[in-house]
């Protein structure tokens, strides 16, 4: 929070070079941030990527998935970033991000052309997660994307 993220990330890798894992994992996520913050992002890609082959199951783990998502997303590298969104709601289904990253998911799919995909996506959406905040935007997106593909006639 003081921005001093040279020192902290100092801290950090002196936590991840000694202490147990139960320490070491968070310590690890935190450099991950320090990268970032300090603009050296293939370091905090590289960080968060080695956090994930050492840590899958962790809490932060789908934190660090949707991330991902996100991060390949902006560089419109969608395959990389439906990777990442995949991982998220096949491992983590219970998690508050699912829903989230299936509609990110059929917005990629809409990115690509891929209207039955995106359509796809929102559907599991309403299945997994009906009562899903997004559900309202999702429900516009389907009607969008029905209209798109040619199908629209099957939204009414």
């Keep these: 929070n003081l921005k001093e993220y040279g020192k902290a990330l100092t801290l950090f890798e002196e936590v991840v070079s000694k202490a147990?894992?139960?320490?070491?994992?968070?310590?690890r996520y935190e450099m991950g941030w320090c990268f970032y913050q300090m603009g050296k992002r293939e370091r905090a890609v590289e960080n968060f990527q080695q956090y994930l082959s050492q840590y899958p199951d962790s809490e932060i783990a789908p934190d660090i998935l949707f991330?991902?998502?996100?991060?390949?997303?902006?560089?419109?590298?969608?395959?990389?970033?439906e990777k990442y969104l995949a991982t998220l709601t096949e491992k983590f289904p219970q998690n508050p991000l699912a829903d989230e990253a299936l509609f990110r998911w059929s917005g990629i799919a809409l990115e690509k052309k891929s209207y039955d995909k995106a359509i796809e996506r929102l559907d599991q959406l309403f299945a997994r997660y009906p009562h899903s905040p997004l559900a309202g935007e999702a429900l516009l997106r389907k009607s969008e994307l029905l209209v798109l593909s040619g199908k629209g006639t099957e939204g009414r």
């Design 67 to 81: 991330w991902f998502a996100e991060y390949y997303e902006r560089q419109k590298a969608y395959d990389r970033s």
């Design 20 to 27: 147990p894992g139960r320490f070491a994992a968070p310590a």
